[in-house]
C-alpha cells in the first residue's frame, strides 16, 4: 500500500464481514484506514423493502415475503438475497413444466432455506472458504493460471 505508487483521485473501499478479525497491520497501523463505517443488519422493516425489491425479478407470493422478512432478523443483505434466490432454485430443482407467476412455499420449505443459509454462515469465519493447504497465517497466495504466487 505505502510507497507502491502515488495515485491521486482513487479512493480505496475495504469491505469485512467483522472489521475484528482484520489483521492489525492493515486495522491497527495509522493512515492505513481513514474512515470506518458499521452497518448494522437490516431491521424487520429494511428486510421487507430488501425482499420486496428482489421479488421484481423472483415474484413471491406475499405471505411468503412476509414470513421470510421476520425469519431473517440477524441475517445480512446479502444472506436475505441468498435465502429468495435459495428459494426459486428450490422450487426449480423440484418441479417440472411452466412456471407460475408468483411461486408459494410453506413455512417449512422456507425454515429449510434458512436453517442451511445459517448453519453454513455460522460454520465460515468468512464468506468464502479455500482448500487446505492454500493459505498461510498473514498471505494468502494468488493463483494465476496453475501457477500459486506467493
Known amino acids: 500500500m505505502d510507497g ?4 491521486d483521485g482513487i479512493c480505496t473501499v475495504l469491505t469485512a464481514n467483522d472489521k475484528e478479525t482484520l489483521d492489525s497491520a492493515i486495522a491497527k ?23 420486496s425489491k428482489l421479488c421484481k425479478d423472483i415474484s413471491l407470493d406475499a405471505h411468503t415475503q412476509e414470513y421470510l422478512a421476520k425469519k431473517t432478523e440477524n441475517f445480512t ?24 407467476a408468483c411461486l408459494t412455499f410453506n413455512r417449512q420449505e ?21 482448500p487446505a493447504g492454500n493459505t498461510r497465517q498473514y498471505d494468502v497466495p494468488v493463483h494465476i493460471g496453475n501457477e500459486i504466487k506467493s
Do not use: M
Not at 29 to 51: K, N, Y
Not at 77 to 100: D, H, M, R
Not at 110 to 130: C, E
Open 29 to 51: 497501523r495509522p493512515g492505513r484506514i481513514d474512515r470506518v463505517f458499521s452497518f448494522e443488519r437490516p431491521a424487520l422493516a429494511q428486510r421487507i423493502e430488501l425482499i
Open 110 to 130: 422456507v425454515d429449510t432455506v434458512i436453517g442451511k443459509i445459517d448453519r453454513d454462515n455460522r460454520q465460515q469465519n468468512i464468506g468464502f472458504s479455500l
Open 77 to 100: 443483505p446479502a444472506q436475505v438475497q441468498e435465502a429468495v434466490f435459495s428459494l426459486a432454485i428450490s422450487y426449480c430443482n423440484n418441479n417440472v413444466g411452466e412456471k407460475p
Open 4 to 7: 507502491v505508487q502515488e495515485c
